[in-house]
């Protein structure tokens, strides 16, 4: 079953809409129930504390009159002595009238009075002040046979804050119209990236390897980056997958073509000894084509193990020393051959590198047979040359190869770019190959040139920085 989705857009906008919404009504509950009661706890606090301050201190006129100003409050003090109830309201109304004071009807009950002087309580009490839209909080309270009262006007805060509730309502109507619009751009200008961003991830899923040039300076811009790295490293695998599956055909079929070969020589001489054609000369090549079957199989299984990256035994040598080694197992074929090696010698010894001597062995095992097999004017030139980083050893000889041919066709396995002069020399096709691959495993590099029919090839090896 499939999930209905929603756009990130529409959730956000709707999610940022609901958070203010709800800011307003909790606003709204806020100043109708909580702030009126908070209001009115505020007052009732200060006509107490004034209160409070009359009776723990001395009471004159002016003492009074500044603690009335300083809490902006109005207070009233009456002696009870020798007064009728009628007379004492009255003196009351008159006090509060000139303090600008104004109630529909104040009047202090005989009731209240006596409590006042029968206990040492303040008594409260609300008048409504009419049409004022206001009330007027009074403590009352008997000192020393004089009555004092504190009081303070209080506004009818409900009613405030409904006012300012229908005027919030109304303005956060419209705030909140334009806020959702405001949102909604935001919103956008946020998952837009994303939406491009899901769209070339479809795209990668159809390995279509796609990037994106929309890259915001964000997070999402991150990940945007990220995406064309990876799309960048799925492209690369991708084109050196296809190329290994071609290299891996081709390398097939130049295998089938090789084995197939000296089969079926050895099948044909087989069969001519068996019909009782043999001259003498068939038990013979019969045995020659069997040693090239074993030859192939052993190149095959040294090219196998190199590019499986298998770990490699690295021990301090001297390359000149391992090269000298080569040219004196090789110097019978090329005295044989009439095949003169030109070297200039090196005036002082070169500096050590880590490899495996054994692979370096067939390194130039491989290259000084390749030249003796495909020289064409009988003389192979080598040269050394060292830096601060690396040791350079060059091998060349000229070749019936034209200036247009690919010389990074070398290093595929099975190709022989032409056919050997040397026919005391057989060849697989795998010996350049070997030589990139041991090259590549120690970290050094190789590098084929043909300059002018002269076939050269370059060798970097990075000196160790263990020097006996």
Known sequence: MNKKTRKISTTLTLTFSLIIVGSFIIMFLFNSLIVPYYYFSKMDHKVTSVMTDIQQNT???????????????????????????????????????????????????????????????????????????????????????TFYLVGVSTVNFSETANLINTFNFISMSLTLGLIIVLIYISVRKITDPLVNLKKVAEEITRLTFVTTDDIPANEIGELALSINKMSYALATYQKNLLAKNEQLKQFTADL?????????????????????????????????????????????????KLEQQ?????????????????????????????????????????????????????????????????????????????????????????????????????????YVHEKSRNKNL???????SIVQSIMQE????????????????ILHFYKSEKQA
């Open 256 to 304: 089938t073509h090789e084995l197939k070969t000296p089969i079926a020589l050895i099948k044909a001489y087989g069969s001519g000894i068996e019909d009782d054609l043999d001259d003498g000369t068939y038990l013979e090549v019969i045995l020659q084509q069997t040693q090239r079957l074993n030859d192939i199989v052993d190149q095959m299984l040294d090219y196998a």
């Open 59 to 145: 009471r004159s006129e002016q003492q009074l009159a500044e603690l009335e100003e300083n809490n902006q409050v109005t207070i009233i003090s009456r002696s009870l002595d020798g007064t009728s109830l009628d007379d004492f309201n009255e003196a009351l109304n008159v006090e509060l009238n000139r303090k600008k004071v104004a109630l529909n009807r104040f009047w202090i009950t005989q009731e209240t009075l006596d409590q006042l002087q029968n206990t040492s309580q303040s008594v409260q009490r609300n008048f409504d002040q009419g049409k004022q839209k206001s009330s007027f909080l009074v403590e009352m309270r008997v000192i020393d046979n």
């Open 310 to 414: 298998q770990p490699i035994n690295k021990v301090l040598l001297q390359l000149s020393d391992t090269w000298r080694q080569t040219v004196a197992e090789l110097q019978p074929t090329m005295e044989k051959e009439d095949i003169l090696l030109l070297e200039a010698d090196t005036d002082t010894p070169l500096s050590l590198i880590e490899a495996d001597p054994i692979l370096l062995k067939r390194v130039f095992d491989n290259l000084l047979t390749n030249s003796i097999k495909y020289t064409t004017d009988k003389e192979i030139q080598a040269n050394w040359r060292e830096t601060e980083e690396f040791i350079e050893f060059t091998i060349s000889n000229q070749t019936s190869l034209n200036s247009d041919f690919d010389v990074n066709k070398l290093w595929e396995a099975f």
């Open 442 to 457: 120690h970290g050094f590099t190789i590098e084929a040139r043909l300059v002018h029919q002269t076939l050269i090839f």
């Open 426 to 432: 057989s060849g697989t096709g795998l010996g350049l």
